[in-house]
């Protein structure tokens, strides 16, 4: 068997995204969880997966498909490749929600605030 190898770090704050995932049935974890090994693993990975956010600083969308069902989870970068999750919801329709983004973007505020 391959070992791991580990190109950035995904990690949660505080219990945002959490809350988001133990929501979700079986297959959708696993998309997520697969997701989640792939951005760790891979050195340059697709747009298909990892997108940033227009008009943002830094905010970037994990993107899920599973079947017909469409998951975002917003992401930002600390120190280059440890990657922050922040807020996932189900995308019901073609644009991403703003009060979506608006959060994803104050909860980014709070961890650089936390920071310091």
């Not at 069902?69 to 189900?90: P, S, T």
């Amino acid at each position: 068997m391959k070992e791991r190898q580990i190109v950035r770090t995904i990690i949660f704050y505080k219990n945002y995204f959490e809350d988001f995932f133990i929501k979700q049935n079986k297959k959708v974890k696993a998309k997520i969880i697969w997701t989640f090994d792939l951005i760790e693993e891979i050195d340059k990975i697709p747009e298909i997966y990892l997108k940033h956010i227009e008009n943002t600083s830094g905010l970037y969308e994990i993107r899920i498909q599973q079947g017909n069902d469409i998951f975002r989870i917003f992401c930002f970068f600390d120190k280059g490749n440890l990657v922050i999750l922040a807020n996932g919801f189900q995308k019901k329709t073609q644009k991403t929600p703003k009060q979506e983004i608006e959060k994803a973007l104050k909860i980014k505020g709070e961890y650089e605030q936390e920071k310091q």
